[in-house]
């Protein structure tokens, strides 16, 4: 039986090389860093998948007043947490699309419209996502990432979605595909491949 | 062609589909540089084994041989910052990836889809070309089947199914030679292809077998019996002739004939080659040819005081035409002679002619010296001796042949141990082996040479050798030696240094179409059947047919 899709954001702007998505609150577990998402574009002909690098809380007026509060109550809190003004940010880093066709490890035709809906990838398109590396160099090549960080998020992520005897040979295979596009630079490979081991 | 099957699309290609690697450089003097596929790892590569590079931009096919394997990383960082032996992860990473492993690969033939025959090759596969292990198919093209010229010697290394069949009628068209250090299995290889020849009956052998291995039968280092060429062929194709008869019967060899050599029948050339052995100074063999001249025929008997010619011995002192401190170093030295039973006073037997007939009727002669093997004056003595003088009459009867006088003579191989000996640079120059080996087949005579110091052998005369195999080496002037005047054959050397001790030879040159390491076959009852040899029910069913064909039922 397929997963619900869980809405975790919607877009607030965008480009085809990434899309900012906003939500009210996080959920426990979904969005995290290095998860993935997806939006769809071209008037649902396609689907955006995004790659989550960065989840912004920016402050308020009344979050600044509140934290300089001496005995804030714990009602005070939760409510400017629940009903602030301004949403929590997640950015996303386009590296695929998905169409009739399957998945393209490439920057999308389109990005999505604003205010589309963002929803987590389930467990099983995650898996069939990631059945190909090809994704890997879009992230090396976006500039002002963690690349590294973001890469070994969202592989451990990967590998754990699948079934414990083939975790590691996928991370091994991540592995090797981090290594080609890192082969000139063997320190920053070294951290990568210690923060994929098992 | 067969449709992939939803089983192979499901789970990818088989590991023979998977391609060892891919060309990264190269060049046709100097050979291919490969980079392994990561799913292979170098340690299940072995140098010596056969790959097949398919074109990247023809249907061309190359063969090749892996002549070197190594290791290398795109980042020389790499091996400043190595991942830890408890890092397992990382190494399983890194390795195949940015640590990869290399392998050097000879091409050495290549097919054109619309042939049948491999060619040498002349060009090289494009970058990026696949290069994968070669199956028994593609051996099997290269090699052959056996039939009655092409002789089964071996199988490549790790494929036990496929036979590497050696071109007999190429082998004996030049001189040939088999190397290896003592114990590798030198012997046991060259009693092969002999098999192999006398069952072709391309040509007729004379072997002078030093230490008894050719002839009757053989113990190995472990004490296990193999038979002899003798055995193999009790049919009359083989004879064997002994110098020591005493020892032969002792060993219970059956012997076609006794060899002695009369005084009279030796001549100084004869000697000249024993310089070394004999302590022989150049004014001493010079003084041999006079003494030849001026005594004649009985030269050696009055040298040793056998006929009462003393007086004629002085007076060639008084005249001042030999030294007299010079005739005793001689004649102290030829004493030597007398120790040698085979060696008799007087003209001794018609050996050679009987010999040459032999030979000529398609009957190889194995020589066993019996205990003067260890004597190795007494080894060159008799192989000069005779060679020079079977030589000569193959020379008169291809020259009679030639003017339609006569039969074409059967081509002849002349098998003989320690050839450096006779080989060597100062001397290959004015004797007997070094001319047949420079000649070529011009006569129909060629020579097998056994050695374990190629290196001792003139390099003119190596260069000539025709077909090369060649057991473990470890000298270095020795590897080299053996690769003089095989172009491009640089990079088997590390595949010659890597042999096994033992049933593992290197062969190349006229009688194979490439280089081929190959275990070499058993010289078991499997090959004694394979020669025609019947024992026992065989023996018996052989027998009976032969009793009802006489005698009826």
Known sequence: ?198 | MSERSELDEHLGPKPSDLPLGVVVGGSLSTGLTVKIHPAFTVEKLAVGRYVVIRGRQTDRTFFGIITDIGLDATDADLARRPPMPDEDFSAEVLSGEIAYGTMHVSPMLMLDEDQDQPRPVKTIPGHFSAVFEASAKDVDRVFGTEDKTHFYVGTPLDMESVQVNLDLARFIERSAGVFGKSGTGKSFITRTVLAGIIRSGLASTLIFDMHNDYGWSVLDESGREYKGLRQLFPGGHVSVITLDEETSRARGSKVDGVLRVGYEQIQPEDVEMLGSFMGLSGVMIDALYYLSYKLGSKWISILLGDENEETTLQDLVDEGRILGATLSAIRRRFEFFRRMGFLVPGKGDDAVDEIFHRLNMGTSVVLEFGTYGNTMAAYVLVANYLTRRIHERYVRQKNLAAGGQGDEPRPLVIVIEEAHKFLDPQIAGHTIFGTIARELRKYSVTLLIVDQRPSGIDDEVMSQIGTRMTCLLDNEADIRAVFSGVSGAGALREVLARLDTQQQALIMGHAVPMPVVVRTRDYDTSLYASIGLAEGEELKKRAKKGSKTLYGD
Do not use: H, W
Not at chain 1, 20 to 42: I, M, W, Y
Not at chain 1, 93 to 121: C, H, N
Not at chain 1, 166 to 192: K, S, W
């Open chain 1, 1 to 198: 039986m397929s997963e619900k899709a869980v809405l975790i954001a919607r877009v607030t702007r965008c480009s085809t090389r990434s899309f900012v998505g906003a939500s009210r609150l996080p959920e426990a577990d979904v969005p995290t860093f290095g998860s993935f998402c997806k939006a769809r574009a071209q008037r649902g002909q396609s689907e955006v998948i995004g790659l989550i690098y960065d989840i912004r809380i920016e402050d308020d007026e009344m979050a600044r007043q509140i934290a300089i509060a001496a005995d804030p109550s714990q009602e005070q809190l939760a409510d400017n947490r629940v009903s602030r003004l301004i949403p929590i940010e997640i950015s996303c880093l386009a590296v695929g699309y998905s169409s009739q066709d399957g998945y393209a490890y490439a920057l999308p035709p389109q990005p999505p419209m604003t205010l589309d809906d963002v929803f987590a990838l389930s467990r099983d398109e995650v898996m069939a996502f990631t059945q190909s590396m090809d994704f890997v160099p879009l992230v090396f090549s976006a500039p002002g990432l963690p690349a590294d960080e973001l890469l070994a998020a969202c592989l451990r992520y990967s590998a754990e979605v699948r079934p414990q005897s083939e975790q590691r040979a996928f991370l091994v295979e991540a592995g090797r595909v981090c290594a080609r596009q890192l082969a000139g630079d063997v320190a920053r490979l070294d951290r990568l491949v210690r923060n994929l081991a098992p």
